[in-house]
């Protein structure tokens, strides 16, 4: 039987247990009322129950600041918590955001304890890790950006009413023009909408860039034209007006939001300003240049990273804001992505490896970054085709969406430009490191590798 080999093992050192915020309470957040604890001693009630409204939420932090309360921890709760975290962030407290997965872990809960008392008792033996919460101006634009996605969804959905509508009548426009809400695709359903109904007269809409012609465009517009099919889709194009008008208030509301955010420090802006996007704008971009607000509160241009526009960069500032220090390393970074693996090792033997399942919309949008790659003529979308050989299109995208982080933590914390190394520099690269490899191998082997002659 083969002898085990000693490892050496570094052993930390275990802190006693002790209390580290003296001047801690603990929330219970519900939908009607907030149960809060104090430390005993500091009110003739350590617990009390409040109301939700806004007066009383005044009265809980004057409570809490009667009681000598400096820091509060309370779960993410729904939305229920986000207005009490803004009142009490206000006056001056603390305030701990935390993952009610963390405190389900700790255990030793008793059954007679009020999750309130709970959560401040963990809190103060300093057991429970604030939630990441990016600064208020970023909160702000979080809130729109989120809300614009929100308007593309609903919108969409008013897109496949009228296609649905389109097909009741046997209106093959969807089988001709690529997109119906294109200039060529709205303008033929307008004048149907209008009450024209001769097919070569809808087919004059066609624009030079559709690749069907007006004969083809023309046959596919020869439908049965009932009226309550016709009514659905009058009530359904007007809804798309009406979502489409809401994106451009929501637009205009953000442009105007981002001018009055401070920028960033000229001398540590990265020197290249964002090119102009020449070509077609792809759907669903901000009706503003949100490239250059982007650059002027961030310092660097992140659209200038293959697979990420102006919309995912957008939708990376506003979830992570523009400083990165809240993650010590990249590896934090990535790990908060749920983009690094996450171990589970017993004895020494790793017994699985995945990420972690997570609903960050950062790492959502570096994602679709990463999978829009599978053609980019660029090191990182060399990158991920390699990977998709090698593990399939999953790992592949998760490897490259890892990629991407790790780009976009170094240029927010260093404040530098990305220059891509392209296609050819990165195929040389991974040539040299297989040699390499494969030397390395032949002399563990006792052989010597020999290149072919030419």
Avoid at 121 to 136: D, I, K
Avoid at 172 to 181: F, W
Avoid at 278 to 301: C, H, M, W
Avoid at 381 to 408: D, S
Wanted: with cysteine; aromatic share 8%.
């Amino acid at each position: 039987m083969a002898k085990r080999k000693e490892s050496i093992v570094n052993i930390p050192e275990l802190d006693i247990l002790e209390q580290i915020n003296h001047d801690a309470a603990g929330l219970d957040i519900g939908a009607e009322e907030i149960w809060a604890c104090v430390p005993a001693g500091r009110d003739s009630e350590s617990v009390r129950v409040f109301p939700t409204f806004t007066v009383d939420l005044h009265v809980l932090a004057d409570w809490l600041k009667a009681c000598r309360i400096k820091t509060v921890a309370m779960e993410s709760t729904g939305v229920y918590w986000i207005p009490v975290y803004e009142i009490l962030e206000a006056r001056g407290l603390e305030v701990y955001l935390v993952n009610a997965r963390h405190i389900k872990n700790v255990p030793g809960r008793k059954t007679d304890i009020l999750d309130c008392q709970w959560i401040q008792q963990l809190h103060t033996y300093g057991l429970l890790r604030a939630s990441f919460r990016p600064s208020e101006e970023i909160c702000s634009l979080r809130a729109l950006a989120r809300h614009r996605d929100n308007l593309i969804q609903y919108r969409s959905a008013h897109i496949q009413h009228m296609q649905k509508a389109l097909e009741l009548m046997n209106v093959k426009l969807t089988e001709v023009v690529s997109d119906i809400t294109g200039v060529t695709g709205l303008s033929i359903v307008r004048a149907i909408v209008a009450g024209e109904r001769e097919a070569h007269s809808l087919a004059r809409f066609r624009q030079s860039g559709c690749k069907k012609s007006e004969e083809q465009i023309a046959k596919a517009l020869q439908g049965n034209y009932k009226a309550e099919h016709v009514f659905v889709l009058n009530q359904s194009l007007a809804q798309y007006d009406f979502y489409l008008h809401q994106l451009q208030e929501c637009d205009a509301e953000m442009e105007a939001m981002y001018g009055v955010l401070p920028p960033s420090d000229p001398d540590s802006r990265a020197p290249s300003p964002p090119k102009p996007q020449g070509g077609k704008p792809r759907k669903n971009q901000a009706n503003f240049d949100l490239a250059t607000s982007l650059y002027e509160i961030v310092g660097v241009d992140l659209t200038a990273i293959d697979g990420i526009d102006a919309l995912t960069a957008q939708t990376i500032i506003t979830e992570i804001g523009t400083d990165v220090s809240a993650w010590p390393t990249v590896k934090h970074f990535t790990s908060w992505l749920g983009l690094a693996p996450h171990n589970d090792i017993s004895g020494g033997k790793v017994l699985r490896s995945r990420t972690k399942k997570t609903k960050n919309k950062a790492s959502s949008a570096l994602r679709l970054a990463a999978q829009s790659l599978h053609k980019s003529q660029s090191a990182v979308g060399a990158f991920y085709r390699r990977m998709k050989a090698r593990h399939g299109p999953a790992k592949a995208t998760t490897a490259t969406a890892h990629k991407l982080a790790r780009i976009v933590y170094f240029m927010l914390k260093n404040r530098t430009d990305y220059v891509d190394p392209g296609v050819t520099y990165y195929e040389q690269q991974y040539r040299e490191r297989t040699i390499r490899n494969l030397k390395r191998k032949a002399a563990s082997l006792g052989m010597e590798l020999v290149p072919m002659a030419a």
